[in-house]
């Protein structure tokens, strides 16, 4: 009985479809990093347009913060895609997809980084100001790198449901993963079946880049150099006490 209702929900020639789904995902994938990359980039800069002294500049950082934090994700899609072009500015359906997704995240990763940026303590940058560093290097070389840390755990949950965010550009046809599905959907008329599948294959792609990332926080909390030169210079180190250890 068990193995009768299955076979009658999986009926789907899936092997007539495989293009359709890689396709979907490399535009899903595109779209991911895509956005990521600009919405840490603005949300970086509003993190620290918030940090400023002049309150002018702090004000309109959080006037966009809290403008594309409280306004759905679905409304800005439409903003873009559909808004647009009634005052002359039109836009391909990547380029909305894509600056959609980095106008929302970035109101969100912009308080993560400046949270981050805020708990690296005060007395570690008057340290590096004494020393003769100055505000550009203490900042990249000293609160950069443990902001970076304090910022990995709500990094990577936005990374995470930016993927799954993706499929709400299903709504200007955006050939990317949910985009197929519903176009699979209506030729075959198995939407559960094929809803079942594409569900399937978001979880394949979004658990193991998460745990990924979870791995990656681990490895960095327990004191795992972010750069290469940071850790070359660190094997040279643990190298260099070796050798006076092992002296007499």
């Known amino acids: 009985m068990l193995f009768s209702s299955l076979a009658d929900l999986f009926q789907v020639h899936w092997n007539d479809y495989v293009g359709n789904i890689a396709g979907g995902l490399l535009k899903t994938l595109g779209y991911t990093f895509a956005s990521f990359t600009g919405a840490s980039v603005v949300g970086l800069a509003l993190a620290l347009?918030?940090?400023?002294r002049l309150r002018l500049v702090r004000i309109a950082a959080a006037f966009y913060t809290e403008i594309f934090k409280n306004i759905p994700l679905l409304a800005i899609i439409f903003l873009t895609y559909f808004g647009l072009p009634s005052v002359g500015v039109r836009l391909e359906v990547f380029e909305a997809g894509v600056l959609s997704l980095v106008l929302f995240y970035a109101a969100y990763l912009s308080e993560i980084f400046r949270a981050a940026i805020s708990g690296v303590h005060?007395?570690?940058q008057e340290a590096s100001e004494a020393l003769g560093l100055g505000r550009g290097k203490t900042f990249t070389h000293v609160v950069l790198p443990q902001a970076v840390r304090l910022a990995l755990p709500g990094t990577n949950t936005m990374?995470?449901?930016?993927?799954?965010?993706?499929?709400?550009?299903?709504?200007i046809s955006a050939a990317e993963l949910m985009t197929q599905a519903q176009l699979i959907a209506s030729e075959t008329f198995r939407a559960l079946e094929v809803y079942l599948v594409i569900s399937a294959v978001y979880f394949a792609i979004c658990y193991p880049v998460s745990q990924s990332l979870l791995l990656l926080e681990r490895k960095i909390h327990a004191g795992v150099p972010l750069s290469?030169?940071?850790r070359r210079r660190l094997n040279l180190a643990k190298s260099f006490l070796a050798e006076e250890g092992a002296d007499p």
């Open 49 to 52: 347009m918030r940090l400023q």
């Open 122 to 124: 005060r007395g570690q």
């Open 159 to 171: 990374f995470v449901d930016l993927i799954k965010s993706t499929s709400l550009l299903v709504t």
């Open 228 to 230: 290469l030169g940071r």
